[in-house]
């Protein structure tokens, strides 16, 4: 993939258009994005999304309906980008990727606060209460929010806990070394 960042900035400027109708378009964009954020290198692409979601939450002015596309559909990128990123990389990034977010927490647009709570919800699964604990602009109230959804999703999806992702990685890594070549049943005889 060496020309995703151009295929994610060509998307992102696909939605701002608006000369574009975005109907005929929409479910398309939406499965780039996908491809996008499930294939491209997490630490290469994620200040992309940062950024356009800071351009749109920045702005000062009310987010129009395709502005509020484009920073829904970033973020939801951007949480699959996070949950991909080990917990070293993350934490080496946390205060780039956080200021936009935390500004989307204070959206008019409650898609989009549902969005970001998702965002958050990822940092907490890749980097734990210290990756949340590190971003001093949010309120306590919004900290109190975003550990509601953490145990919630903790709660109905066990896996995406960082200690059952590490013992389950464990265990492919041990399965995969206990795993012995098939004998050939009929023909050669194998010791």
Request: proline content about 4%.
């Amino acid at each position: 993939f060496m020309h995703i960042e151009i295929l994610t900035l060509s998307v992102i400027e696909t939605l701002r258009n608006p000369n574009r109708k975005l109907q005929p378009i929409l479910r398309l964009v939406e499965q780039v994005l996908d491809f996008i954020s499930q294939r491209a290198d997490p630490v290469k692409t994620f200040s992309i999304f940062v950024s356009a979601i800071g351009s749109e939450v920045n702005c000062g002015v009310k987010t129009s309906v395709r502005g509020v596309l484009m920073v829904r559909l970033s973020l939801k990128a951007l949480s699959d980008l996070i949950s991909r990123m080990d917990e070293k990389v993350l934490m080496e990034h946390v205060d780039r990727i956080a200021p936009p977010l935390v500004k989307c927490l204070n959206h008019s647009t409650v898609t989009v606060r549902q969005s970001v709570i998702k965002c958050f919800v990822a940092m907490h699964a890749v980097g734990g209460h210290e990756a949340i604990d590190r971003l001093s602009a949010l309120k306590n109230s919004q900290r109190r929010l975003i550990k509601i959804f953490v145990e919630k999703t903790q709660q109905s999806n066990p896996s995406r806990d960082r200690v059952s992702r590490i013992n389950s990685q464990e265990s492919k890594v041990t399965g995969e070394n206990s795993r012995r070549p098939l004998r050939q049943v009929s023909g050669s005889n194998s010791s």
